[in-house]
């Protein structure tokens, strides 16, 4: 029997350093171990090897870029990071400019502001479709857009069509839509993903969510998770204590301020050397993390490290004695288990989350033993103590990971259950 083929859409393919690069980037990576192989549709990018298989590259259409650009911002950050101050200080003006952006998408950029790709992806789906046999169709998102081509194709080519969702839609927890817009994308959200054959979402909350608003589509659990070939090899570690972040933080609704205050405080009683103590945190647009060190008096034990490339996050992962995940503390965060988390697994560093309560991710860290959810400065200066006294006495931090729970978090583990809905799919 011939391997079946899927036709990927995703906006965000490797080497973009994103979730959704990264989650799609194992399911071609593996999805061929269990009988599938793989096209991905996705925009051109300058950084992508030539040599990638199987990749048909696009033009793109940004509404958002173009308008920051021509209100002088720039066009690369992300609106939510130019609301918590864009690329250089907050400012009322640049506050101003980022606040009409946000109007202009609540008006025109429907779905979002990558509209323009939907009719660049489904035509170069449809004429790769009509050069080789496809047996069904997988979009991801964000964007939703992704969506709406997929719909297009499903009804065009007469194929199943799987949807993907990393966040929810109309449901987005981060979204900062006024109600009268989210109300409008949920219509339309139930109009366009009330016709696909199965959807797939990264945990068991948020398919909970979508089963209540697409209640005649088969809606399935598939984690994220991390490439084995990734697992650190045991890279050598600095001589200063050093807890990194590299992740993002969401307009402020995520940020380190637990870790700046407990730091400070024991800096302050003697307890931990400021020559010897460092927080290194990759920022894109985020200067107000600065003003917030200052304010606890920990800005000369931060780093703030410029966001680069995939492997340079990995890298740094790995020569880090902890790792931190912020997680915002939201009503429906216990739904929320971030990709980052499992990039942490994978470089076998102790895993240190502040904010948050029950929920899918510290449900993980207790069955991995990846790591510690704290929500109190005075447990964050125990902890800080206990792992400081460890590395004076042994220079390093033990990993406490259990190797074989960790295992069935791997994107191999992803592929199967992927490949299992695809199936379910074609049965009707």
Known sequence: MRPRRVLILSYYFAPTPSAGAVRMGGLVKYLPSEGWQTTV???GHTGRSPEMPDIVETGDA???????????LDGGAALKDLLSGGAKAPGSGLRLKARLIDTFKG????PDTNRGWISIAAESARKTIAEQSFDLVLTTSPPPSAHVAGRRIQVAAGLPWVADLRDLWSDDRFSTAP?????IDRRFEQRTLGKADALVTVSEPLAEELRALHPGVPTHTVLNGFDPDLVNPGEPLPDVFTITHTGTYHQGRRDPSLLFEAAGNLIRRGRLPRDRFRIRLFVKHEPWLLAMAERHGVADIVESVPWGSFEEAIRAQRTSHVLLLLHWGGPREAGVVTAKVFEYLAAQRPILVL??????????????????QVNAVERLEEQLLLWWEEFEQTGTIAWQGEPERIERYSHI??????????ERALEG
């Open 41 to 43: 549709v996705t925009p």
């Open 62 to 72: 940004d509404m958002a870029a173009s308008i920051k650009r021509a209100l002088g």
């Open 107 to 110: 008006l025109v950029a429907f």
């Open 179 to 183: 109600g009268w817009r989210r109300a």
């Open 355 to 372: 904010g948050g309560g029950p929920g899918v991710l510290r449900d993980l860290l207790d069955d991995t033993g990846g790591g510690l």
């Open 413 to 422: 583990r992803m592929a199967r259950e992927f490949a299992s809905v695809f």
